[in-house]
């Protein structure tokens, strides 16, 4: 076996008493299907992981998340305290990453968290280890 797999040899053998070739080709043909189950292209998946892991983007996320309506700019502005280029900046990186969504009324640009941000945010709530 290569220098790769020697360790995964060393398992195989301290869990069965004893590890062939066939033993580690069989483990690798199963992590191999573990592997396959997830998305070929991760990168959106990557891109929204990425875009919460901003400050300033979570908050506004979280805040939407919890308003469960729409909101207009100027409310989010009012709210998260850094500049309105900042702030716009964010939304924009957020709606490119699929977390929200924005729709125009006039002068007026509202945004609202998507499904995917709402699974992500209620996944992080429910797996926190400190309740809080």
């Not at 483990?27 to 998305?39: A, H, I, K, V, W």
């Not at 924005?102 to 709402?118: C, L």
């Amino acid at each position: 076996m290569s220098q790769q797999t020697e360790r995964l040899e060393r398992l195989i053998a301290d869990e069965l008493g004893e590890c062939c070739d066939g033993d580690v080709e069989q483990r690798l043909d199963t992590l191999r299907t573990y592997q396959s189950e997830g998305p070929s292209n991760p990168d959106a998946d990557l891109t929204a992981l990425k875009t919460l892991g901003n400050d300033t983007r979570h908050t506004i996320v979280r805040l939407l998340d919890a308003a469960d309506r729409e909101l207009c700019v100027c409310e989010i502005t009012a709210i998260v305290d850094i500049s309105d280029s900042a702030i716009s900046h964010a939304l924009s990186d957020l709606q490119d990453a699929g977390l929200v969504t924005r729709r125009k009324d006039g002068t007026w640009r509202y945004y609202d968290v998507t499904d995917r941000a709402e699974a992500l945010i209620g996944a992080l709530d429910e797996t926190r280890e400190d309740g809080q």
